[in-house]
């Protein structure tokens, strides 16, 4: 006798609304299952190993590789966003200001 077949999973929609009223809808066709993704899962190999040292990102060895859960990779998208940049000033004083501490930043970066 035959197992019961699966019914196909129901497709998922997610619509977010930014702060300045855009609205971004993201349709998945199907909720694929989870899966393992080799080291460096994506990214680059010693942002890797830092996640995968502090914790921060759940892995595995599996015979000779490294593998962890495409859901956890995923998932570290929204540890990561970029800072917001601060509004500019009306200030001149204040706005050459801050462009020469910018310059001295990359300078000493780049020494």
């Known amino acids: 006798m035959k197992p019961?077949?699966?019914?196909?999973?129901?497709?998922?929609q997610t619509v977010e609304t930014a702060d300045d009223g855009r609205v971004t809808i993201v349709r998945n066709v199907y909720n694929a299952p989870d899966e393992l993704?080799?080291?460096?899962?994506g990214l680059e190999a010693e942002a890797a190993r830092r996640l995968m040292?502090?914790?921060?990102?759940?892995h595995a060895k599996l015979g000779r590789k490294w593998y962890a859960k495409r859901s956890d990779v995923l998932a570290l998208v929204d540890l990561f966003k970029a800072p917001p940049k601060p509004a500019p000033s009306t200030?001149?004083?204040?706005?050459?200001?801050?462009?020469a501490a910018d310059a001295r930043r990359v300078r000493r970066k780049a020494s």
């Open 91 to 99: 200030d001149v004083t204040t706005h050459l200001a801050n462009l």
């Open 53 to 58: 040292r502090s914790g921060d990102l759940p």
């Open 37 to 41: 993704v080799p080291f460096p899962f």
């Open 4 to 12: 019961p077949e699966k019914a196909p999973p129901e497709p998922t």
